[in-house]
């Protein structure tokens, strides 16, 4: 079974940077696609990027394309999502998804096996 948690977020204002971090323990994490999604209140849960199993693919949300970056360390077992340029409409609680291993990447929330708790993220002046 694999466990995930989130940490890193926090209150930031508007343009600032946080790196949020997801570390996995309990399983095999190198040949795992990743993923990082959000949560609004009030809203559906929503993609924000994701990592293929070796860290050679990335795929990004349009409306944080250019602002975030996503990275896995394998040998750390975890993956980051580095957010610059931080936009109040980026409030909400980011979650890390893990895919079975051999995958593919995904977009899709359902096509994740295991997630974190979830780390919230303020961004107001």
């Known amino acids: 079974q694999v466990q995930l948690v989130e940490s890193g977020g926090g209150l930031v204002q508007p343009g600032g940077s946080l790196r949020l971090s997801c570390a996995a323990s309990?399983?095999?994490?190198?040949?795992?696609?990743m993923g990082w999604f959000r949560q609004a209140p009030g809203k559906e849960r929503e993609f924000v990027a994701a990592?293929?199993?070796?860290?050679?693919?990335?795929d990004y949300a349009d409306s944080v394309k250019d602002r975030f970056t996503i990275s896995k360390d394998n040998a750390k077992n975890t993956v980051y999502l580095q957010m610059n340029s931080l936009k109040p409409e980026d409030t909400a609680v980011y979650y890390c998804?893990?895919?079975?291993?051999?995958?593919?990447?995904?977009?899709?929330?359902?096509?994740?096996?295991?997630w974190g708790q979830g780390t919230q993220v303020t961004v107001s002046s």
């Open positions: 998804a893990a895919r079975q291993r051999g995958r593919s990447s995904s977009t899709q929330a359902p096509d994740y096996d295991y």
């Open positions: 309990g399983g095999t994490f190198n040949t795992r696609p």
């Open positions: 990592i293929s199993w070796s860290g050679g693919s990335t």
